[in-house]
């Protein structure tokens, strides 16, 4: 051991290299002062994670292993080269603070007892992360966790002393555990309970490691007086790993390896695993699960419907009753086969088209079993109208499901996202020209923040200062702002972290901008700011599958407004002067049937601009619901070009209708 180092930094990376990026920086500032190491055990990365730590980051120490050995083996190996006197494993999902080691170094020296401390971590949108305050899983405690009880009751000692929730978060006290995204111990508690097991791959080893620590005599705490930020779950997306797999296991593990003796408490955690990975099941697969007992009862309400509607007919008299199970199950169990085999039920999508395939396939299927079986054929014209029936009511809950459910149309990708930058700065100033110009998302620059009031009512590059550091929450509240992007580069992460926690019930993204200025960090995802240029991106609108649906889309509805609905709008509105917005519109649909316009498409026509195919000009568009002074129609153009599909064209609709009779009740 080197006692000339204060503190040794090990972090294991898995193809987070942007996360990684950011920590490092953090930490360069929050080790100023401090004589330090930091050991970066790289899992085999795929997205040049070593390339950067070598080209850019040539001060710490790296291991780049051949092969993923996980979590709890690739810290050991940090610790075992390690020579400080504190010892630090830390995700690099995170973003310290730079008082995080100053203030927990200061803990140690006051608190001798502590053989392990963790301090308050923070979720991106500023609540507080449970897992940095835990208890180890007793029989009671699992109950209510398993239970529900420690959520219904979170305010309560008695039922929720799984994530002591009860706890006053703005203090520091003793706990049984703390959360492995950060773990600070002393060296010589290392050299005592030696290194993380290695028998969890991932998951667990930190529930593990401080009940090993506990056992040898020292106390875990939990330290509010510094936070940091935990994205959490960045290396398991991208993994091929089955996390929740590798968790339940590791639970498992644990369960069997501290408690085998308490039949009690392996019972209830042994029902709690068998009960996450239920609850989990359903969630993860819970579209499938709807898809199919909604498909189940249309299926049956649409014999039953065709069996009322033939009763009587050549003196059919229905299904007869001793068969009505198996008459009412049989078609169900084929069906659901047929559309299990043809891809219908995904996890993410509610696919119309394979379904009209499957229901076809279905029914000639179905016709052509009852050669074989008799007993079952009573009427193929029934067969024929409930497959019509069952069509229709299957399409009809699948629109209506994406239309007003988050899988439909308008999902983060697609919503003009409002954003406040945090920073004057030139930095700033680049990041928000950055923002702006990406074609991948809409984005509106709604203002920026600067650091006192006196810059309030400024113009930076055409956007203007509307509030302080003081007064940020306010600003959110006020002009509805959903994402908040830091600058790095004039303001602390000590102050960031500040400002996350005290806006952390606003339901606002938080995103730091990254050195380079060509990524962003946020909660879900790392945002890529350069875009392709225009003429190698790939757009959906000139695609064949997009197009031709487009097409039969613009044709059908066409038809149908043109011979019932045309005619008296044209008698009774053609010759007035003064026009409501629809009837222009629906005058305007033989230019759809000639192929010249469409429903829903760019404002300005263009056969093929910058290299690129916009389609045919709309009668409505993004261009029309969306249209802001902050957002060039051109843009809007790009981004419908590039993300168009018949889901969007219907919502863009349904927002058009909506729009106009919002101007109709105002006017």
């Not at 006197?85 to 100053?102: G, H, M």
């Not at 950060?182 to 991932?202: A, C, I, N, P």
């Not at 940091?228 to 797999?245: A, Q, V």
């Not at 153009?637 to 969007?648: A, C, E, K, M, V």
Request: net charge positive; glycine share 6%; with cysteine.
């Amino acid at each position: 051991m080197n006692s000339s180092i204060e503190i040794s930094v090990i972090i294991v990376n898995y193809n987070v290299k942007d996360f990684l990026q950011n920590l490092l920086l953090s930490l360069n500032k929050a080790l100023k002062n401090i004589s330090h190491e930091i050991i970066i055990v790289d899992n085999n990365s795929t997205d040049d994670s070593v390339e950067l730590l070598k080209n850019n980051f040539q001060n710490v120490s790296l291991i780049a292993n051949k092969e993923n050995l996980g979590f709890s083996k690739a810290n050991n190996q940090g610790l075992k080269i390690s020579k400080g006197k504190y010892l630090l494993l830390i995700n690099p999902d995170t973003i310290v603070s730079e008082d995080t080691f100053f203030e927990m170094i200061k803990f140690f020296k006051n608190n001798t007892n502590a053989g392990l401390a963790g301090c308050k971590i923070l979720n991106p949108d500023g609540s507080l992360q449970l897992a940095c305050r835990r208890s180890f899983p007793g029989p009671w405690t699992s109950f209510c966790k398993v239970t529900g009880l420690s959520s219904l009751f979170p305010n309560s000692k008695l039922f929720a002393k799984y994530n002591l929730t009860y706890l006053d978060e703005n203090k520091s006290y003793e706990v049984d555990a703390v959360s492995g995204s950060f773990m600070m111990f002393t060296r010589q508690v290392y050299e005592k309970v030696s290194g993380l097991d290695e028998e969890y791959f991932m998951y667990g080893e930190d529930l593990d490691f401080c009940y090993r620590i506990q056992k040898a005599g020292y106390k875990i705490f939990y330290v509010h007086k510094t936070k940091i930020i935990h994205y959490k779950g960045e290396s398991t997306k991208r993994s091929t790993l089955d996390e929740t797999k590798i968790f339940y296991k590791a639970m498992h593990l644990f369960v069997k390896k501290h408690f085998s003796s308490t039949f009690l408490v392996e019972f209830i955690l042994q029902f709690a695993i068998l009960f996450r990975g239920f609850i989990s099941f359903l969630g993860k697969y819970k579209l499938i699960i709807v898809a199919i007992i909604l498909d189940v009862i249309s299926f049956d309400i649409s014999l039953y419907s065709a069996e009322k509607y033939y009763i009587g007919y050549k003196n059919w008299n229905g299904f007869p009753h001793e068969n009505l199970i198996l008459i009412y199950s049989i078609p169900v169990i084929i069906q659901f086969f047929v559309s299990t085999i043809s891809g219908v039920y995904q996890k993410n999508k509610l696919s119309i088209f394979k379904n009209i395939v499957s229901i076809l396939i279905g029914f000639l299927i179905l016709t052509s079993l009852t050669f074989f079986l008799k007993q079952f054929a009573y009427s193929r014209a029934v067969v024929l109208i409930a497959y019509f029936v069952f069509l229709v009511l299957v399409m009809l809950w699948r629109i209506i499901f994406r239309l007003f459910s988050k899988t439909g149309l308008l999902n983060d990708e697609i919503k003009n996202r409002r954003i406040l930058i945090v920073g004057t700065d030139d930095f700033s100033v680049k990041i928000s020209e950055k923002i702006e110009n990406s074609s991948v998302k809409l984005n509106t620059i709604v203002g920026m923040i600067g650091k006192s009031f006196t810059e309030i009512g400024k113009n930076i590059n055409q956007h203007k200062i509307i509030g302080s550091i003081e007064n940020i929450k306010k600003v959110i509240r006020d002009e509805r702002i959903n994402e908040v992007v830091f600058s790095t580069s004039n303001l602390s992460y000590l102050r960031i972290m500040n400002i996350v926690s005290d806006c952390k019930n606003l339901g606002v993204e938080f995103k730091l901008a990254g050195r380079n200025l060509d990524y962003i960090v946020g909660k879900t995802s790392v945002e890529m700011l350069d875009d392709v240029p225009v003429i190698e991106l790939n757009y959906n609108i000139s695609q064949f599958p997009h197009k031709q649906i487009k097409i039969l889309f613009d044709y059908f509805f066409g038809i149908i407004i043109l011979f019932f609905i045309y005619p008296f709008i044209y008698l009774i509105f053609n010759r007035k002067k003064q026009k409501s917005e629809i009837v222009k519109m629906l005058l305007k649909v033989p230019s759809i049937l000639s192929g010249r316009i469409s429903f829903v498409g760019p404002k300005i026509i263009s056969e093929k601009e910058n290299g690129f195919n916009k389609g045919k000009v709309g009668l409505t568009g993004l261009w029309y619901t969306d249209s802001d002074d902050k957002i060039n129609s051109d843009k809007l153009d790009i981004f419908y070009s590039r993300n168009q599909n018949i889901w969007l064209d219907m919502d863009i609709i349904r927002r058009t209708l909506l729009k106009m009779r919002r101007i109709k009740h105002n006017g």
